[in-house]
């Protein structure tokens, strides 16, 4: 039991230490008029954390999250109202082409094409990110799948 209550105090202290980082980035973004509040926050945290558990991915640090803050909060089609919201359905995008990506890109690389095609093809619509990038993961797995068989007979 005591046990249990160490490392209880240890996720809460993590946990506090992690939405104080991330409202931190609310001095890099507030300069596009976006930032979030405490709650904001621990909701997004809160739906980052399930998104990996349901991808069964495991993520130690918030480097993610702060980038996916950083480089979209410059898009013309995000706003004061669609921010917090629109963080936490990039967070769903991210770690799912990860997964159908086979992790071939890395995080920040990944990150841009998102951003590239949310602001011009996409025109701002998560939905049609999505189902672009649902193209985009095919194309990378059909790619490695023919280095694959390329190489498949060197051995």
Request: hydrophobic residues 40%; charged residues 30%.
């Amino acid at each position: 039991m005591f046990l249990s209550q160490i490392f209880n105090s240890i996720n809460i202290s993590v946990q506090e230490k992690v939405v104080a980082e991330l409202l931190e980035m609310n001095h890099k973004t507030k300069e596009f008029g976006l930032t979030l509040t405490p709650d904001q926050v621990q909701n997004m945290v809160a739906v980052r954390n399930k998104v990996l558990h349901d991808y069964g991915r495991v993520e130690l640090g918030i480097e993610v999250t702060k980038e996916l803050m950083e480089v979209f909060c410059t898009s013309p089609y995000i706003n004061a109202d669609n921010y917090a919201s629109t963080l936490n359905e990039l967070h769903e995008i991210f770690y799912y082409l990860r997964n159908e990506t086979q992790d071939q890109i890395g995080d920040f690389k990944l990150i841009q094409i998102m951003k590239d095609s949310f602001d011009n093809e996409c025109a701002g619509s998560l939905d049609l990110l999505k189902s672009k990038l649902e193209g985009f993961a095919e194309d990378v797995r059909r790619e490695a799948l023919l280095r694959e068989s390329l190489f498949e007979g060197d051995e």
